[in-house]
């Protein structure tokens, strides 16, 4: 009875150690994703949090008219694509398309990843006014032919450790798992905008899904005004206005043999059921 007691205790005791193991490797794991930005702050701490995104996407849903007037999921990501807040706009996690979480960090971590400031061409050469571009803008890109071939086949999701972890609860809450982690993640149709501070500087993203892609691009567009990080006024875009460099463009001509029409820019998106105009969104800041 004695060896028997010991046996169980001593597996108890294993049993504890593994466990405090497990919880040590994914916190230290969780934590080394939050990096420090040049300045060797954590960059997530100057950007939105959930609060402000929910509001903001709250406002953001409430204004839209265009698609199918659908609830949202909105992501921020910093400069590195850590996520930084997560939040929906229904009245639980269910009130939108349980899909377009992921989708939502996807397009914003898409958007950081191919875009630039006009600080990063001081003193070089090349397109010194940087350049925004939104996951609308790669649709056609990344169409056989297209520049950017191939491009949604890179840095795919991390779904094992981030994307799925539990519990579901905590999805669209401050707590949401995927927040200081790396999502990863290439999207192309639209919802994805950089988010631009003062000086055109990028430092990072926000990716909302939810309703048609156009719907997406629109809202996100209206989130990234309300959460006043929309500095882009003179960084270069492919929409041709200066006043919304990284607009979605409505460009692309019918195949009369099916498939893939041509983006007459090589950057169109094409257009969705109830599709609003583009030059009706909000102009960006100096």
Not at 57 to 71: C, F, N, P, Q
Not at 87 to 98: H, I, K, M, N, Y
Not at 209 to 217: I, P, R
Not at 232 to 253: K, Q, W
């Amino acid at each position: 009875m004695i060896q028997k007691g010991f046996v169980r205790k001593a597996a108890f005791l294993v049993a504890l150690v593994v466990l405090a193991i497990a919880v040590i490797t994914r916190t230290s794991a969780k934590s080394e994703s939050r990096d420090e930005d040049n300045n060797g702050k954590n960059a997530c701490r100057d950007l939105p949090g959930y609060s402000a995104l929910k509001k903001a996407l709250d406002t953001a849903v409430s204004d839209e008219k265009s698609g199918l007037d659908l609830h949202m999921w909105a992501t921020i990501v910093d400069r590195d694509g850590v996520v930084c807040a997560v939040a929906f706009s229904g009245v639980d996690r269910g009130a939108q398309w349980p899909g377009s979480r992921v989708i939502s960090a996807q397009k914003a971590n898409t958007a950081n990843a191919f875009s630039l400031d006009k600080s990063s061409f001081s003193g070089g050469s090349g397109a010194k006014d940087g350049l925004a571009l939104s996951t609308a803008n790669l649709y056609s890109a990344v169409q056989p032919g297209g520049s950017l071939f191939g491009l949604q086949e890179s840095n795919p999701v991390d779904t094992s450790n981030v994307a799925y972890q539990g519990p579901s609860s905590n999805y669209g809450r401050s707590n949401d798992p995927m927040v200081g982690q790396k999502i990863g993640g290439v999207n192309v149709f639209g919802g994805g905008l950089s988010l631009y501070a003062s000086g055109n500087k990028v430092v990072g993203a926000v990716g909302v899904s939810g309703d048609t892609s156009c719907a997406d691009h629109f809202i996100g567009w209206r989130v990234r005004k309300n959460l006043e990080l929309d500095h882009l006024f003179g960084v270069g875009g492919v929409s041709g206005d200066a006043n919304r460099p990284d607009n979605i463009i409505f460009d692309i001509t019918a195949n009369p043999s099916g498939g893939t029409g041509n983006s007459a820019k090589g950057f169109g998106h094409p257009p969705c059921i109830n599709t609003g105009d583009p030059a009706t969104l909000p102009v960006v800041q100096p």
